[in-house]
């Protein structure tokens, strides 16, 4: 069996609890071709085969993988058989944000397979957008006057964004709150963006993201980027070896977040993570705050030295998050950057 590129399946429900609506009709930007594959293709094992003879490449649902038997069958997140060799397949895809080629694959926000897929129809928080236009500015409140800063770089057109808050209205525009997926800011790592010009044309629409394959090591936990932790691994246990040390120093970041287990810094001596296979354990190189939930399980005194720690991104209790600052002026504000901090629910020493 061969594994596909694939991207998380939407939700069911949406951010209000409501059910989503699913069915074929109304499909937006469908793209047909014929279900194909080669079993000794290891980089893309299947693809479609346009009308016109093109091949197309796709970037499937979450789960999905494909059997040769010896032909070709795709089989959903369930085993279930839903296309062989020839068999037409339809999807929804955000068509402008992409060419269909290997280097820049349709992303499927639907699928349909002679079933019923679930499909985005709107963005909101916790989706994904895509940029549908060039050089779409990130500000860093939904306003434009000279209190909202305006980040570089502007997006391209096919920018994935996961969707933190929204719609905000304000200077004429519709706002959402976004950390960039497939794009780095420079001095940020989230922002907002607006939907569309006065004028009504769509900047951003529903997308989807293309994900890694789950983090085995602290190494690969600690690089993902912010939007690929909240686009992609939400809520989802992750277990990993870890070296655990006292760390005596200070650690550059936020020191008034409640709740304060999130902290970092001056008065929260930290407990690092660091790569169990590196002897010398440089904290300024590579390394995780400790973020341990006070509900979790863990030992009393913490194990000095290796570790098998299991958290995740997106706690419930980061939702909530606020930061305090208090130069020049005492302000609170919610802080997202909790969400995408691994907090850690399981620690217990490595065993030897």
Do not use: K
């Not at 997106?314 to 130069?327: G, I, S, V």
Request: proline share 11%; net charge negative; aromatic share 8%.
């Amino acid at each position: 069996m061969a594994s596909l590129r694939t991207f998380p399946t939407l939700p069911t429900h949406d951010a209000n609890g409501v059910e989503r609506g699913c069915d074929a009709i109304g499909v937006e930007d469908p793209v047909t071709g014929a279900f194909e594959g080669d079993a000794a293709d290891p980089r893309e094992p299947v693809w479609l085969r346009a009308p016109d003879g093109r091949r197309i490449s796709i970037v499937w649902p979450a789960g999905f993988t494909v059997r040769f038997t010896p032909a070709a069958r795709l089989l959903n997140e369930h085993q279930e058989p839903v296309a062989a060799g020839g068999d037409n397949v339809t999807l929804q895809v955000p068509r402008a944000a992409a060419s269909g080629t290997f280097e820049d694959p349709y992303y499927a926000t639907g699928i349909l397979l002679g079933g019923c897929y679930h499909r985005a129809t709107a963005i909101e928080p916790g989706g994904i957008a895509i940029t549908i236009a060039e050089r779409i500015r990130v500000r860093s409140a939904p306003v434009i006057d000279d209190a909202s800063a305006m980040y570089e770089p502007l997006l391209p057109r096919g920018t994935a964004l996961f969707v933190l808050d929204g719609p905000v209205a304000a200077s004429g525009y519709d706002w959402y709150q976004v950390v960039p997926i497939s794009v780095r800011l420079r001095g940020a790592e989230y922002g907002w963006v607006a939907r569309a010009s006065r004028d009504g044309d769509a900047w951003l629409a529903p997308g989807s993201a293309a994900c890694p394959a789950s983090p085995g090591t602290l190494e690969a936990l600690r690089i993902l980027e912010p939007g690929l932790r909240l686009a992609c691994f939400a809520g989802q246990p992750i277990t990993v070896e870890a070296r655990l040390i006292q760390f005596d120093g200070d650690v550059d970041g936020p020191t008034r977040l409640e709740p304060a287990w999130f902290n970092d810094g001056p008065g929260y001596p930290p407990h690092l993570l660091l790569d169990p296979t590196d002897p010398q354990g440089d904290p300024a190189a590579a390394w995780f705050g400790l973020h341990l939930d006070p509900a979790g399980s863990a030992p009393d005194p913490l194990p000095i030295g290796r570790v098998m720690v299991t958290g995740l991104f997106d706690h419930p209790a980061a939702r909530a998050c606020q930061l305090t600052t208090y130069d020049p002026t005492t302000t609170t504000r919610p802080d997202p950057s909790c969400r995408w901090q691994f907090a850690v629910t399981s620690l217990a020493a490595a065993p030897p």
